[in-house]
Nanobody
Framework: QVQLVESGGDLVLPGGSLRLSCTAS????????MGWYRQAPGKQRELVAH???????NVADSVRGRFTISRNNAENTVYLQMNSLKPEDTAVYYC????????????????WGRGTLGTVSS
């Protein structure tokens, strides 16, 4: 089993910042992709950003220049620094981690966190 623990969601004013973090633990041999998705009320879940184990990133157009994704490979942790927040950034943010299990067969896993709510409102 692989567990993800997210933190950092909060209520902030427009123009404010939040920093989300997500740590993976459990039977992990390696992680090759860590990312963040979000789901706003009444909308589908969408990719915000992801980062490979070599540090290559992919960031959604809607947040590019405002959000930065980073990771600490030694701690199996991914971060999302969100600046210049807008009301339309309000959503539940979900962490996603993909890798291989440490179970002898090296089975692939695709784990999701429970989500953390970020609300941008005056």
């Amino acid at each position: 089993q692989v567990q993800l623990v997210e933190s950092g969601g909060d209520l902030v004013l427009p123009g404010g910042s939040l920093r989300l973090s997500c740590t993976a633990s459990g039977s992990i041999f390696s992680i090759y992709l860590m990312g963040w998705y979000r789901q706003a009320p009444g909308k589908q879940r969408e990719l915000v950003a992801h980062i490979t184990n070599s540090g290559s990133t992919n960031v959604a157009d809607s947040v590019r220049g405002r959000f930065t994704i980073s990771r600490n490979n030694a701690e199996n942790t991914v971060y999302l620094q969100m600046n210049s927040l807008k009301p339309e950034d309000t959503a539940v943010y979900y962490c996603n981690v993909q890798g291989l299990r440490n179970n002898g067969r090296r089975d692939a896993f695709d784990a999701w966190g429970r989500g953390t709510l970020g609300t941008v409102s005056s």
